[in-house]
């Protein structure tokens, strides 16, 4: 009778109480695990968006479309007279 009451008082009392406190470890846990995660790939965005002063970059470069400048032997001389 002693180890049914016992048992009893195991289910109903403690292990409702070790339950909460380990699910809230490990609800706590995951939140700083994701959340360390957001931070890191803000991080990432911030540091491959940020541009350093002096550098270019090419994000489109439209297709070529008319005459082809690999023959391109010059243009047409126009003399020109200079006004003042």
Do not use: C, H
Not at 34 to 50: G, I, K, L, M
Not at 57 to 77: A, L, R
Request: no cysteine; proline share 4%.
């Amino acid at each position: 009778m002693l180890k049914i009451l016992l048992i009893i008082f195991l289910i109903l009392f403690i292990f409702p109480r070790l339950l909460k406190w380990a699910l809230r470890g490990f609800v706590v846990s995951q939140f700083n695990k994701a959340q360390q995660d957001f931070q890191q790939q803000q991080q990432a965005n911030y540091q491959s968006t940020r541009k350093r002063e002096g550098q270019i970059d090419v994000d489109f470069i439209p297709p070529k479309k008319g005459k082809s400048t690999e023959n391109f032997d010059g243009g047409e001389y126009i003399d020109y007279e200079e006004v003042k």
